[in-house]
């Protein structure tokens, strides 16, 4: 039997609404935190700043299926609802949003939100249909919520800017925020996937950071892009990974950059150690 929580979950959009529309009658900010479950310290961190933000905290809590192509790990992804409603309640959020995919796709669905911008390379190269998946979830639980604010980790940082781009396009009445990545202290990034890495692929997972470390402190010393990103690729390569890309990019716009000169510079990295597919970027 589960025990009886501060944290209120609901199931279907009339009760997200309902609540939300009675805090926003009292004046009161709201903040958005969407998640797919799998909750961490870096999830927590969403909800620790927008406790900052905001007088009520509302997190979802659902594994979107069309964010995710035929050959990737759906199936698999970890579902943790009962320790996710610990670590949220914890962290002061008040109502959770729990949809299940008829609440979220009833029948009849048939609407999808393309995109280019920052939403066409680097991921999509590798999983096409993935913005179009996450731009329509997100849109969907932007406009059921209706908050203030919605918080988004830095560590997904062009599902950010997607993210950004896609409510600034459609006139959505939401800021959004990016926060910080978390850290191990061995510098790889807080992940829901890392669950995934065995003892050996998990040892060699911090190379990740280190090389996009090494790559922005040597770009920030002088050095050409391309030198620094192939010294990164190699560094990666040499720990195990097969890299789905490791690029230099415009922090706003991620198009592609030759020179510092191009704009503000974000490296971003996508790589396979084993099953596991792990991605990360830095600020130049």
Do not use: C
């Amino acid at each position: 039997m589960a025990r009886t929580r501060a944290i209120r979950t609901v199931h279907t959009v009339a009760e997200l609404r309902a609540q939300v529309r009675q805090w926003r009658a009292a004046g009161e900010r709201v903040a958005l935190v969407p998640t797919m479950g799998a909750l961490h310290a870096g999830h927590v961190a969403l909800m620790t700043e927008g406790r900052k933000l905001a007088e009520h905290i509302v997190v979802s809590i659902f594994v979107n299926p069309t964010q995710f192509a035929p050959t990737e790990d759906l199936s698999r992804y970890p579902k943790t609802l009962e320790a996710d409603l610990d670590k949220a309640e914890t962290a002061g959020v008040e109502l959770a949003f729990v949809p299940d995919a008829t609440e979220m796709y009833p029948p009849g669905f048939v609407t999808t939100i393309s995109m280019a911008g920052p939403a066409l390379g680097l991921e999509t190269d590798f999983r096409p249909t993935h913005f179009a998946g996450v731009a329509t979830v997100v849109a969907k639980l932007l406009i059921q919520a209706q908050p203030d604010i919605a918080l988004f980790g830095e560590k997904d940082y062009q599902q950010l800017q997607v993210i950004t781009q896609l409510a600034r396009d459609l006139d959505l009445p939401v800021q959004i925020i990016g926060v910080p990545t978390v850290r191990e202290a061995d510098g790889l990034a807080l992940s829901s996937r890392n669950v995934y890495l065995g003892q050996e692929d998990r040892a060699a997972a911090p190379a990740l950071h280190r090389a996009l470390s090494a790559a922005a402190a040597a770009i920030k010393r002088g050095g050409a892009i391309a030198n620094s990103v192939d010294a990164a690729r190699a560094h990666v390569t040499k720990a195990g990974f097969h890299i789905d890309y490791l690029e230099a990019r415009h922090a706003v716009t991620l198009a592609p950059v030759s020179s510092v000169e191009d704009g503000p510079v974000r490296l971003l990295v996508a790589a396979k150690i084993g099953a596991t597919r792990l991605i990360d970027n830095l600020a130049v």
